[in-house]
């Protein structure tokens, strides 16, 4: 699958790139260490995960219990998500309370012997919402990347 580039693009401020980009280091640094109650307080009580591989997780409680479920996955290595090329689009009429972001995803696994893993990429669709002055992911959508077909 591959995503649509939109041909006119939205500039956002420098001040409104800096916060989403904090927010993403804030809600990675939480799943890398996985501190998986503080991951999912980075989505609103009802906030919705799409994977690449059609699970779908519907809420913080439904996050958590996945998360929890794969935990041996990532014994013995330390994980990294690294996240670039972020396109920020304001949602129209929402007063820049509502944000879709699309971004590049290439996660690492670094064992004790500092050997790396790399997963394959992603592109990555969120939504996000501020409530009460604090953003959070209301919708996250996974593409595992695939060739374009021509």
Do not use: C
Request: no cysteine; hydrophobic share 40%.
């Amino acid at each position: 699958m591959t995503q649509a580039v939109q041909a006119e693009s939205t500039e956002v401020s420098g001040d409104l790139y800096a916060e989403v980009r904090t927010f993403y280091a804030r809600q990675m640094r939480r799943v890398d260490s996985l501190d998986i109650e503080g991951f999912a307080d980075t989505f609103t009580d009802d906030g919705v995960v799409l994977h690449a591989n059609g699970a779908r997780a519907e809420g913080r409680a439904q996050m958590v219990a996945g998360m929890y479920k794969n935990l041996p996955r990532y014994r013995d290595v330390a994980v990294r998500h690294w996240f670039d090329h972020l396109l920020i689009e304001p949602e129209p009429d929402s007063g820049g309370n509502t944000l879709r972001v699309s971004y590049y995803s290439l996660v690492t696994l670094v064992d004790a012997q500092g050997a790396i893993t790399f997963e394959p990429t992603f592109t990555v669709e969120d939504v996000l919402v501020r409530r009460d002055g604090r953003l959070l992911t209301a919708e996250r959508i996974i593409h595992r990347d695939l060739p374009v077909v021509f």
